[in-house]
Structures are given as C-alpha cells and as structure tokens.
C-alpha cells in the first residue's frame, strides 16, 4: 500500500521560501507522475504543479510558474517543492500524490499524503 508524506511546511513572511519534501514509501517507476495540490479554507484542491518521474519533466500552474520548483531524488524517492517569492495567496495545505499519467485534475491521482501546512503572513 502507498504511503506519501509530506514536509517542511511552516510559517513564512511574505517574500519568503520554504522548501516542501514528500516521501515515496514504494520504488516510483518511470511512468508515475508526482503532483502536487494546495487547498486553503473554504477552496476547492488546486494542482501546483508535477513532475514525470521518469524524465523530470515538470509543469506548473501558472499562478505559481517562475517561483515554484519541483525535483525529485530517485535514489530516495523523494519529490520536492521549493516555493520562493511567497504570497499570501499562496497559503495552503499542500498535498503530494500520485498518478499514472499526466493530469491537472486531483481525480486522477490515486494516492495522498497527509498535507504539510503554508502559512504566509504578510
């Protein structure tokens, strides 16, 4: 059974970064995508952005394209979030998952971590 779990969240001024981790508790393969969603009070869980496993190739939503990273460390499966130039906006539970295929849609991602919280104060 999957286990995902998320760290490194915390809170920052705005302006900041923070640097997000999520553990893998199984061996990823090259066809799996990592993403990751954010949810704030009251909102629906939007995508930030994920990454094919398999060739590192990333995508970003385009509110936080430019200040969010995301890598991976297959030796460790591990996936990562650097998340610099933070905004208020940008405050959130963020959640890591796991797909099969590419999607921006949080349906398609089968397996969740627990979420790690943002805060960003201004």
């Known amino acids: 059974q999957w286990q995902l779990v998320e760290s490194g969240g915390g809170l920052v001024q705005a302006g900041g970064s923070l640097r997000l981790s999520c553990a893998a508790s199984?061996?990823?393969?090259?066809?799996?995508?990592m993403g990751w969603f954010r949810q704030a009070p009251g909102k629906e869980r939007d995508f930030v952005g994920a990454i094919r496993w398999g060739t590192g190739t990333t995508y970003y939503a385009d509110s936080v394209k430019g200040r969010f990273t995301i890598s991976r460390d297959k030796a460790d499966n591990m996936v990562y979030l650097q998340m610099n130039s933070l905004k208020p906006e940008d405050a959130a539970l963020y959640y890591c998952?796991?797909?099969?295929?590419?999607?921006?849609?949080?349906?398609?991602?089968?397996?969740w971590g627990q979420g790690t919280q943002v805060t960003v104060s201004s």
């Open positions: 998952a796991r797909a099969t295929s590419y999607s921006t849609s949080a349906v398609s991602y089968s397996d």
């Open positions: 199984q061996r990823l393969y090259s066809s799996h995508i």
